[in-house]
Every structure is written in structure tokens, then in C-alpha cells.
């Protein structure tokens, strides 16, 4: 989402592209050294709780980005969001392991994979077009609200549109593949 935004940030901020382009590796680096300790608080703590607590800190800090206001704290908004998130996906894929065997994994792995190319295709496309209508600041609360209201409840009570017909909700996957589009469309 950020990506496509940052001329408009580096007018905004009144800054060089080069400097506020720091917004994307300030996410990604953290975002990619903190899964390897998320996988061990997970089988320590449990796979829900890590992906709850991941998926309130990528709400909660995704939020305060869009109280930034120069481009070195909106730098370190998106360091913390990335070292929030960053739990989310790499347990979603511990949970496939952990709920279907070998033989049965290929479905709900698709559905993962296709949920995060889909997220992030979407969430840079729609970023950049809500962006002059909203501002740069409500397209992170967009963000947050869409998290708070739809994904953090899902996570703590489940789906209660599950039924027994539906066999990928009977198990649980639809609320990770919410959870995980969701996140992805973020970042």
C-alpha cells in the first residue's frame, strides 16, 4: 500500500523520494526478522494467542502511522507495524500444518497464498485511489478501522456465520484467510 503512495508522502513531508522510500524497508526488515521468533512464541504461548496479539499490534500501530507527523516518525511507525505484523502469516502457515495432514494442505495453502497476492495487489491499487480523496492519513485508518471491525473480533470469537455445510468454516480457515488478506492489503 505504501509503496505506490511515497511521492505523495515526500511532497507532503517535504522530503526526498529516496529518504521517505525508507518507509518500505523500515516495515520489511523487521517484519522479515521477527517471524523467526514468532514460530517458537507460538509453540510456547499457542498459535492464537502470538496471532492475536500480532494481528492487535499491526491494527493498533497501522493507526498511529496516520498520526505521523514528519517523515522520521511515520519511519518508525512503520518499524514497529512491520515487527507487529509480522506474526500473522508465518503462523497462518504453522496453523495449515498444524490442522490438515500432508494430503489435505494444498487447498488450504492456495487459498493462504492466493488470499496475500490478492491483499497486496489490492491494498497498493486501492491505497493509491483513496489516497486523493481521503488523504494519505485515512487511508492508514481505513486500515485499522477494517482491521478493529472486521478481523480482531474473528480472531477472538470466531466466525459465528460458521455451519456445518461449509466445511472450510467448520474448521476455522475462513477466519485466517480474513485475517490474512486483511494484513496483507496493509502492508
Same mark, same amino acid.
Given at each position: $500500500?505504501?509503496? &505506490?503512495?511515497? &511521492? ?9 523520494? /529516496? ?10 526488515? &523487521?517484519?522479515?526478522?521477527?517471524? !523467526?521468533?514468532?514460530? =517458537? ?13 500480532? =494481528? ?20 518508525? *511507525?512503520?518499524? =514497529? ?5 509480522? #506474526?500473522?502469516? +508465518?503462523?497462518? !502457515?504453522?496453523? $495449515? ?5 500432508? /494430503?489435505?494442505? #494444498?487447498?488450504?495453502?492456495? *487459498? =493462504?497464498?492466493?488470499?496475500?497476492? #490478492? ?12 489516497? &486523493?480523496?481521503?488523504? *494519505? ?6 486500515? %485499522?478501522? %477494517? !482491521?478493529?471491525?472486521?478481523?480482531? +473480533? ?34
Amino acid at each position: $500500500m505504501v509503496g &505506490p503512495m511515497i &511521492p505523495r508522502l515526500a511532497a507532503t513531508f517535504g522530503v526526498s523520494v /529516496e529518504k521517505i522510500g525508507l518507509l518500505v524497508p523500515a516495515y520489511l526488515i &523487521p517484519y522479515g526478522v521477527s517471524t !523467526l521468533f514468532f514460530g =517458537l512464541l507460538s509453540d510456547w504461548i499457542g498459535r492464537k494467542r502470538i496471532m492475536l496479539a500480532s =494481528l492487535v499490534a499491526f491494527a493498533g500501530l497501522t493507526g498511529l502511522t496516520a498520526t505521523a507527523m514528519g517523515d522520521n516518525q511515520m519511519i518508525f *511507525w512503520r518499524f =514497529l507495524t512491520g515487527l507487529g505484523a509480522s #506474526g500473522v502469516v +508465518p503462523l497462518a !502457515l504453522a496453523l $495449515m500444518v498444524d490442522l490438515f495432514p500432508y /494430503e489435505q494442505r #494444498g487447498r488450504p495453502l492456495g *487459498w =493462504l497464498f492466493g488470499a496475500m497476492a #490478492g491483499g497486496m495487489a489490492f491494498g497498493s491499487t486501492f491505497g493509491v485511489m483513496l489516497d &486523493p480523496v481521503i488523504g *494519505w492519513r485515512g487511508v492508514f485508518l481505513c486500515v %485499522r478501522i %477494517r !482491521l478493529c471491525r472486521n478481523c480482531v +473480533p474473528k480472531a477472538i470469537y470466531g466466525d459465528t456465520r460458521r455451519t456445518v455445510a461449509n466445511k472450510d468454516d467448520d474448521i476455522g480457515l475462513s477466519d485466517y484467510r480474513i485475517q490474512t488478506t486483511a494484513v496483507l492489503r496493509s502492508a
